[in-house]
DNA sequence: AAAATTAATTAAACAACGTTTAATTATGGG
DNA sequence: CCCATAATTAAACGTTGTTTAATTAATTTT
């Protein structure tokens, strides 16, 4: 059969991109095929090359998502109010809350390097700034007379730290220790640094 | 041709981790293949799963190499005297330096998920507790009257935090910013931290 | 309404992959 | 010299990403 046209080209698309979320979530990234995506939404391959440029395209459109996603909740979760501080650190707790919610899928956004050309598409780039720039509105207010550019690089720092310690406790290289004690490594790290950045000490 | 004994197990062995050492240094994990490597060393693929169990197994063993490269680099870098403080400086310098030097054999340590069983061998976890003993090592001198556990959470905080750091710029992810600046990322997680954690500022 | 065009979909092919199997072939001891 | 042993390979299997040509349904034209 040909031109069925039971779904729009948009409808496969997305149809494609949960397929890959459920079969990532379940098997992790090395569980995925072209194939195994194809016949979860009941087409063939060549249906799937229709859409996607290929397999890599169609995982930097699942890991474009999966930021949305992240950055969405890492929104929520800081709210407007409250102590500076307090709002950094439920970011960061945030954060690991993603990671662990969906350790598959999380790890697929940074595991994943682009084949060919080797560079990421500009909007892929942006949504990465995004979630940087939330560290920065929440680190402005308390970082004194430091200039944006200081500013910028310790959100850097920061995210990277806290992205670092989840990155190796999912992939248990964390020396023995445990996933459990992530959000504890996580707190370590953000309170001593912001004891070093702003100069004071926290009640 | 059959038992030729050109060479002898162990030797087959180590031309094999050569061989995929220089791949995966040149092409990336994603270059690397069985057949390659037994091409590069001049056999047949049969040879190689009589000496390694599969493929993964090869890597991991690849992988404990680089890991024991990396020890070594740190701890020469590391020194025995000096300011305690710089002291974990140079060892945070020199991580970096490795990730830059050698990216693609050092991203495959920690990109690589075991597949069956999913447990990573025991010798193989005492590799990365050595490093993180290092950093404990050059923080103990200045943690004043912390708790030995205090330490080890602080050594695996600040070290998930550089290595955090090197991921995301090797990966491309750090919002803009470039490879250049890792080491004045890591500088100030460092400096932050080490202020927040001492209590005291550097002079 | 029938025919011709267009486009969606598939089946089949390709080369490469990890891994296993059976068949070879060189070496050692009798 | 022959036989058993063990090293090595060739070939096979199932799966992978991707491309190709063929098929078929819908749309347009006559």
Redo the contacts between chains.
């Keep these: 059969m040909a031109r069925r046209s039971d779904h729009s080209r948009d409808e496969i698309r997305e149809m494609a991109l949960s397929a890959v979320e459920e079969l990532v979530s379940k098997k ?1 990234y ?1 569980g995925l095929s072209a194939r195994k995506v194809a016949a979860a939404i009941g087409y063939t391959v060549g249906t799937l090359y229709l859409v996607f440029e290929n397999l890599d395209d169609l995982v930097v459109q699942v890991n474009a998502r999966t930021l949305d996603r992240l950055n969405l909740q890492m929104m929520e979760a800081v709210g407007e109010i409250g102590d500076d501080r307090q709002r950094l650190m439920s970011l960061g707790q945030s954060y690991i809350r993603f990671a662990e919610e969906d350790p598959h899928l999380w790890e697929m956004v ?2 994943h ?1 682009v ?1 060919r050309n080797g ?2 598409p500009a909007w892929y ?1 942006e949504k ?2 995004r ?2 720039a939330q560290v920065e509105r929440c680190l402005k207010p308390i970082a004194g007379h430091k200039t944006p550019g200081e500013i ?3 959100a ?14 999912v ?7 445990g996933v459990e ?1 992530v959000p ?3 707190e ?2 953000l ?7 702003t ?1 004071s ?1 926290n009640p």
Tied chains: 1, 2.
């Design positions: 992790g090395e940074f595991k390097r084949p560079q990421l780039q990465v700034s979630m940087f910028a690089q310790a850097r720092a920061l995210w990277g730290g806290v992205h670092g310690i989840c990155i190796l406790a992939t248990g290289k964390l020396g023995g220790v004690s504890d490594l996580a370590s790290l309170i001593n640094y912001l004891d070093g950045f100069g000490r």
